[in-house]
T-cell receptor, first 110, second 113 residues
């Protein structure tokens, strides 16, 4: 039973445009959500997080939106840059347990 | 500040053998979590140690075990290796544990033949 789902295995976006990565979850007890970015041969690096009491958190080019009623969150990257090409993992946490999605590979096209 | 280090980076073992992987967290971090990454399953949580105690455990068989030392360094052991154990094993550390801003190491790539 997948509690955190990233339904798009890959996404291609033109450089300079907006990248939108989506994540759905099933457990309403999740109270904290995170996005991680992973390059090949490296461990994931923390990008941005959001608490369930908020619906938006912004950090530079990265914005995470949370829609609790739809159990959906999204990561917006504006503008997309070549260095953003990586695998992005969505993660959700409850009671100090964290569940990761399977990841979405983002390709930024020149 | 030095990052999370994992040794070895690459390992090849045969079925039935056992393996021990090591993780050194960022200085001052007391929580260490272990994850298995495979192409089909993404990142799957193995277990978390905090102050030498296992605090959380994922849904993995008992062949997977771990421990944490007083200096917060952690080891993960897999006994009776199976082909399906081939994966990237990632260690992450954080100051307080749980989900908050974990810092990942580069991983150990284990291949079981």
């Amino acid at each position: 039973d997948q509690q955190v789902k990233q339904n798009s295995p890959s996404l291609s976006v033109q450089e300079g445009r907006i990248s939108i990565l989506n994540c759905d979850y099933t457990n309403s007890m999740f109270d904290y959500f995170l996005w991680y970015k992973k390059y090949p041969a490296e461990g994931p690096t923390f990008l941005i997080s959001i608490s369930s009491i908020k619906d938006k958190n912004e950090d530079g080019r990265f914005t995470v939106f949370l829609n609790k009623s739809a159990k959906h969150l999204s990561l917006h990257i504006v503008p997309s840059q070549p260095g953003d090409s990586a695998v992005y993992f969505c993660a959700a946490s409850a009671d100090d347990k964290i569940i990761f999605g399977k990841g979405t590979r983002l390709h930024i096209l020149p | 500040k030095a990052g999370v280090t994992q040794t070895p980076r690459y390992l090849i073992k045969t079925r039935g053998q056992q393996v021990t992987l090591s993780c050194s967290p960022i200085s001052g971090h007391r929580s260490v979590s272990w994850y298995q990454q495979t192409p089909g399953q993404g990142l799957q949580f193995l277990f978390e140690y905090f102050s030498e105690t296992q605090r959380n455990k994922g849904n993995f068989p008992g062949r997977f075990s771990g421990r944490q030392f007083s200096n917060s360094r952690s080891e993960m052991n897999v006994s009776t290796l199976e082909l399906g154990d081939s994966a990237l094993y990632l260690c992450a550390s954080s100051w307080s544990g749980g989900a908050y801003e974990q810092y990942f190491g580069p991983g150990t790539r284990l291949t079981v033949t």
